[in-house]
């Protein structure tokens, strides 16, 4: 019985919308296809860690109040964990728990030598000022610091964390170790230890698996029109990316609306109106859709959804217009919303593969920070690229060996490696 059945509920409407679920389905389908023992199975289950921590913070207003966080470690077969850290308020040990699996199978698809892990602390950010967060964040650091380190576990940002976090991170950590280790988390600031390319790189790799993806399609990016949705780190630098190969990018959207244009945006002057007004509306050569809700059943060739989970469902899948899906975001497309899509022949490049441009180049940043050596922008370009169609067409290939979509033969190559680590490593007792 594959593990999709045993986990989801009949109520499969209720659970269409739960992510953790749709990885929990193809995580049993892939280890059945494998033949994985139920032994195995177990233990790629289950998280090999998990902390939670009670933290202690002084309030500006001199008063103390303690927050909840915590780090899971899915598994370190690989390689040390590697994940971001969340601040928000709904953050809870189910949901760290599924993204450090997650985190697992996308560091396995591109083969880079970590395991997943993630963490999290229950916060409102925007109800902190800057000194409170720079003391939860290293009251945080302290509470975790038995597990972390450059060889056992490196965090990076997730949501509401970023650069600044990830110094304070490695300042704390550093301190109490009595050296610099810049090496303990990646997406630091340039200036120390951070990786040229490391803001692109997500971007930058959706922008190469398209490529790859399209070439199976036999299409040319002249003849392709592109939808877009999400403008910021994936989204934007996507669709900016895309535009410079020869794309026709024909719609971009934000949280608020989505810009159409049908011969194509001016992506350069469309990202220079989001930088100064912060919003995409306004912008004057396109027509703004103030409900974006349809934007993903634009016209187009390749659509990317590259803002939030659960976008492509049971109830719009049937309107999709593109042969082509490539999931920026975490979890855009439901396991009912890829059967519609698999049943009217569109492909979908899953997130573990097609959003991994981003922990690639965290893996090139720790390389880089324990050589004590940086690569030029070039160098770290190119070498994402490698990976990047490396792993591409290692999973185009499993998918074709198995007669399987092309999520189907990310998890298959993924799972596949850690589980052969896993045996040629042994039960240690
Ligand atoms: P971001 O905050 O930089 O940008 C998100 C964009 O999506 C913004 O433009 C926002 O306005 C827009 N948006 C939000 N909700 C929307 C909606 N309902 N409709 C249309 N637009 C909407 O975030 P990001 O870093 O670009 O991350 C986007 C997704 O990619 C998330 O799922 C994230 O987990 C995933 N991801 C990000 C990275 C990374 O390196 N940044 C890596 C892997 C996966």
């Known amino acids: 019985m594959s593990e999709g059945t045993k986990n989801q509920p009949a109520n499969a409407s209720?659970?269409?919308?739960n992510p953790f679920h749709s990885m929990a389905h193809q995580f049993g389908l892939a280890a059945d296809l494998l033949e994985l023992d139920e032994g195995t199975r177990d233990v790629l289950r289950q998280?090999?860690?998990e902390l939670t921590v009670s933290m202690p913070v002084m309030m500006d207003d001199g008063t103390i109040e303690v927050f909840t966080g915590y780090r899971v470690q899915h598994?370190?077969?690989r390689g040390p964990c590697k994940g971001g850290i969340r601040f928000a308020p709904d953050v809870n040990l189910d949901e760290v728990r599924a993204l450090a699996a997650w985190m697992t199978w996308k560091c396995s698809v591109v083969d880079i030598p970590f395991g997943g892990g993630k963490g999290g602390v229950i916060c409102d950010p925007r109800n902190l000022s800057q000194g409170e967060l720079e003391r939860l964040t290293r009251?945080?650091?302290a509470s975790i610091m038995d597990i972390l380190g450059p060889d056992r576990d490196v965090p990076a940002p997730d949501m509401n964390t970023n650069e600044q976090t990830m110094a304070w991170i490695m300042d704390t950590y550093s301190m109490h170790v009595r050296r610099t280790t810049t090496a303990v988390?990646?997406?630091?600031?340039?200036?120390?230890?951070?990786?040229?390319?490391?803001?692109e790189a997500t971007g930058r790799g959706v922008m190469l698996v398209c490529r790859e993806a399209m070439k199976k399609l036999g299409r040319s990016p002249e003849d392709t029109r592109v939808v877009v949705q999400g403008c910021g780190n994936v989204g934007g630098v996507g669709a900016l990316l895309l535009h410079r190969e020869g794309y026709k990018v024909v719609s971009v959207s934000d949280m608020y609306g989505a810009l159409y244009n049908p011969d194509g945006l001016d992506m350069p002057a469309v990202m220079d109106h989001l930088r100064g007004s912060g919003r995409l509306e306004g912008y004057s050569s396109a027509d703004y859709i103030v409900n974006s809700e349809g934007q993903l059943e634009l016209p187009c060739e390749l659509l990317i959804p590259a803002a939030t989970e659960n976008q492509i469902t049971s109830k719009n899948a049937d309107r999709i217009q593109a042969e082509l899906?490539?999931?920026?975001?975490?979890?855009?497309t439901t396991s009912r919303g890829q059967e519609i899509l698999d049943s009217r022949g569109i492909m979908v490049v899953p997130d573990i593969l097609a959003n991994a441009g981003g922990v690639t180049v965290s893996?090139?940043?720790?390389?880089?920070?324990?050589?004590?050596?940086?690569?030029?922008?070039?160098?770290?370009?190119?070498r994402l690229e490698q990976v990047m169609v490396?792993?591409?067409h290692s999973v185009a290939d499993m998918a074709e060996k198995h007669n399987v979509n092309l999520r189907t033969g990310a998890y298959l190559v993924a799972i596949d490696r850690v589980a052969r680590v896993y045996r040629m490593r042994g039960v240690f007792a």
Do not use: C
Request: positive net charge; glycine residues 12%; aromatic residues 16%.
């Open 139 to 141: 009251r945080y650091t």
């Open 363 to 382: 893996y090139f940043e720790w390389v880089q920070d324990r050589m004590g050596y940086f690569w030029t922008e070039e160098i770290v370009n190119s």
């Open 390 to 392: 490396r792993a591409f």
């Open 75 to 77: 598994n370190f077969s």
């Open 325 to 332: 899906v490539v999931e920026g975001a975490n979890g855009p």
């Open 47 to 49: 998280p090999d860690r």
């Open 185 to 199: 988390v990646t997406g630091k600031p340039i200036a120390i230890g951070g990786s040229k390319g490391r803001r």
């Open 14 to 17: 209720r659970d269409e919308l």
